[in-house]
């Protein structure tokens, strides 16, 4: 699985320490520490990069949810639902203020759109995206392929919720 | 009826309508009206959205021409039913954006999938018109060619036997 084809290493730089999120020989892991001098070239070719900009999806961070969160998303997916319910138009799907908003919750909402998504098949994809930094489902052609995706993906990550 | 139901639809019950199957997300409208219950049809990039090959990646009728020509459909004058041929009719707002497209049956009706709800068999185009979807706006049609097809070879077969 590779999710980024040209690791943009430069970008890492910040003025503090090194923030990046690697997949290293299958483990997650997340502020790299001492490895932060590797070099692409000496990374090696078991390493996957994530778009540094989405630092802030630590998976540690992610087992801390706050119970607001689930009841925020509960209300706002409830929302949106309502508000798109007759909705064809992707385009009008993402922008309904219910689903930015659930966006705007940050990473800790992900878990719960992902249960959602599993469970309802709703258009949580580029919520998703937004949220996590690249797109699990990219290249399904059918809503089922890219739900199956985003599950496999959650349960890899153990990012699944009851 | 739900009252987002008549809000949005407010001819529908008077013109008449059944649902014909039980909400998914699997598809949405414009794939209904293709004749593909697998794809979600919207000229937007990223998955799952689909849109046919060399269709512009642009939310207006001409995206939408193209779109259902990709499909054999070409605009046509009405939504009259005519004998070998298959129509759908694409809804736009007030801003000309495509909304929703819909089908027409072998009998004359015509049958909508409203977003990720249900699929529905309503009377009229004008049953789904109002907030929602806007007015029907451009008819296209193509020809049944499975029925076309199945009209010569029922000619052959009687001509046949005849001469036998």
């Not at chain 1, 997949?23 to 001492?34: A, C, E, K, S, Y």
């Not at chain 1, 070719?45 to 989405?54: G, K, T």
């Not at chain 1, 937004?130 to 890219?146: H, I, N």
């Not at chain 2, 000229?43 to 799952?48: E, H």
Request: net charge negative; charged share 25%.
């Amino acid at each position: 699985m590779t999710y980024q084809e040209e690791p943009i290493w430069d970008t890492y730089e910040e003025d503090g320490p090194v923030r990046c999120l690697v997949r290293l020989r299958g483990d997650w892991l997340n502020n790299v520490g001492d490895d932060y001098n590797r070099t692409p070239e000496s990374a090696g070719s078991d390493v996957w990069l994530i778009d540094p900009s989405f630092d802030s999806l630590d998976p540690s961070a992610l087992g801390t949810f706050r119970a607001d969160v689930r009841a925020d998303f509960d209300r706002l997916a409830k929302a949106w639902k309502t508000n798109t319910q007759f909705v064809s138009s992707s385009t009008e799907l993402i922008l309904d203020p219910s689903y930015q908003r659930i966006i705007g919750l940050g990473p800790e909402v992900v878990p719960y759109v992902l249960r959602d998504l599993i469970a309802t098949r709703s258009h949580w994809f580029w919520a998703l995206t937004c949220l996590v930094g690249f797109d699990v489902a990219q290249g399904s052609q059918t809503v089922q392929e890219a739900v199956d995706k985003w599950a496999v993906w959650a349960r890899d990550m153990g990012l699944l919720v009851d | 009826m739900d009252p987002g139901w008549s809000v949005n639809f407010p001819r529908l019950a008077s013109n008449g309508y059944q649902e014909t199957s039980s909400p998914t997300q699997s598809y949405n409208c414009i794939a209904w009206a293709m004749g593909d219950d697998t794809r979600w049809w919207w000229p937007r990039f990223g998955a799952p959205n689909y849109w046919p090959e060399g269709a512009p990646l642009t939310e207006t009728i001409r995206a939408f021409d193209v779109a259902f020509a990709t499909e054999g459909y070409q605009p046509c004058a009405d939504g009259r039913l005519q004998a070998g041929f298959q129509k759908v009719v694409l809804y736009v707002n007030e801003e000309l954006e495509p909304k929703h497209a819909a089908r027409q049956l072998d009998d004359g009706r015509w049958t909508s999938k409203l977003g990720p709800q249900v699929d529905i068999r309503h009377d009229t185009p004008a049953g789904v018109e109002g907030p929602a979807y806007g007015l029907a706006y451009r008819y296209y049609r193509r020809r049944n060619e499975i029925k076309w097809w199945r009209r010569a070879l029922t000619r052959f077969t009687r001509a046949r036997q005849w001469r036998q």
